[in-house]
């Protein structure tokens, strides 16, 4: 398949760069809208053309078939959420003691955006020949968990967090604590108890920065918050 600046760049005949992004932005973002909730199997391009008001021929011609188009989708996904993990990396105005704060709330963020995402990947990676399988399995499948070990590993060298923690384990069971529930929608209700709307509430966001700021901080400085709250 054409990379996206090949289809994107200018050529006689062809619409401008800005026309053709704006074209595959919105098959893009008609794909996401079509993909929760409906099974793989579905979802045809002539759906995804029509939601997106282009020609299936349009589709096509950016991603060559379906499948291109959902393995392109991933991973412009999981590249925005990338971009949001370093930038909150880079951020050097984060007042002392809010990070795992703001990080708690940028994964949040991300996952909300992913859910439907990783609700196909969960589904396809379960079928031996998936198209979507291979793809995830050869290339993206670090698109989420690479990001936060880099910034687990920046902050720990920092002096942040603690640096005698493995970044591998830390990154698995954040991802599994964000991700995996934002992703479950209703089933979480059946296998927890937990509403899906009580995700994005207040109370959930304190206690996943409580809990893994007791584990993330270095003793010392746990010890000093401990000893302020007497």
Not at 44 to 65: D, E, K, L, P, W
Not at 142 to 147: D, F, I, V, Y
Not at 200 to 212: A, I, R
Request: aromatic share 6%; charged share 25%; net charge neutral.
């Amino acid at each position: 398949m054409k990379t996206k600046d090949e289809i994107l760049s200018s050529r006689p005949g062809r619409p401008c760069f800005d026309s053709n992004r704006k074209v595959w932005d919105a098959i893009l973002e008609a794909t996401l809208r079509i993909i929760d909730g409906h099974p793989y199997k579905r979802i045809s391009t002539r759906r995804i053309a029509s939601a997106a008001g282009v020609t299936t021929a349009m589709v096509n011609y950016y991603f060559q078939n379906k499948e291109g188009l959902i393995v392109e989708l991933v991973h412009e996904a999981f590249t925005q959420f990338e971009q949001m993990v370093k930038a909150l990396r880079e951020d050097s105005n984060i007042i002392p003691g809010q990070h795992t704060r703001r990080l708690m709330e940028t994964l949040l963020a991300g996952s909300r955006k992913l859910a439907s995402i990783i609700r196909l990947i969960n589904h396809e990676t379960m079928i031996e020949d998936s198209v979507i399988r291979r793809a995830y399995l050869g290339k993206l499948s670090a698109g989420t968990t690479l990001p936060i070990q880099d910034l687990l590993q920046n902050w720990a060298e920092r002096g942040i967090y603690r640096g005698d923690l493995d970044v591998r384990y830390l990154s698995l069971v954040i991802s599994g604590a964000l991700l995996r529930p934002a992703s479950m929608g209703d089933r979480i209700q059946q296998s927890h108890g937990i509403a899906p709307h009580e995700l994005e509430t207040t109370e959930w966001l304190d206690f996943l920065v409580d809990g893994f700021e007791r584990w993330l901080q270095p003793p010392i400085i746990t010890a000093t918050m401990q000893a302020s709250t007497l």
